[in-house]
């Protein structure tokens, strides 16, 4: 199965009030996405987020560690990822960048 998905925004605590989130604290935000995650792939499927998994590539690894293997898992990255090509940005800061979140299984 091919699933579609987008802004998750793990750990940014603004977005709970930007885009009224129903939770009460971001490990609760956090905690509802990784089981919706867990509990919706299976081994085979392939994952697309379409941007904003997290602000810090910290959180990219702390998800991943979590989140069933035997899926691919493809970002499109957006804004909100450390690993956006910026137009201003160094490019050896994005391509370290880019290689963390390769090295947590992002393709």
């Known amino acids: ?10 750990s940014h605590r ?3 009030n930007y ?6 604290d971001v ?4 905690a ?14 392939t994952l697309y987020c379409l941007g904003d998994v997290s602000l810090n590539p910290k959180w990219s690894t702390w998800l991943m ?7 691919t ?9 450390a690993c956006f090509i910026f137009p201003n940005r160094k490019v050896e800061k994005t391509a370290r960048m880019i290689e963390l979140y390769k090295q947590d299984g992002w393709q």
């Open 1 to 10: 199965m091919k699933w579609f998905s987008s802004d998750w925004h793990i």
């Open 27 to 30: 490990d609760t935000m956090n």
């Open 65 to 71: 560690a979590q989140l069933p293997k035997d899926v």
């Open 32 to 45: 509802a996405i990784v089981a919706n995650l867990q509990n919706t792939l299976k081994p085979g499927d």
């Open 14 to 16: 603004s977005i709970l």
């Open 73 to 81: 898992y493809v970002l499109v990255s957006g804004n909100h990822d």
């Open 19 to 24: 885009c009224a989130r129903p939770y009460p």
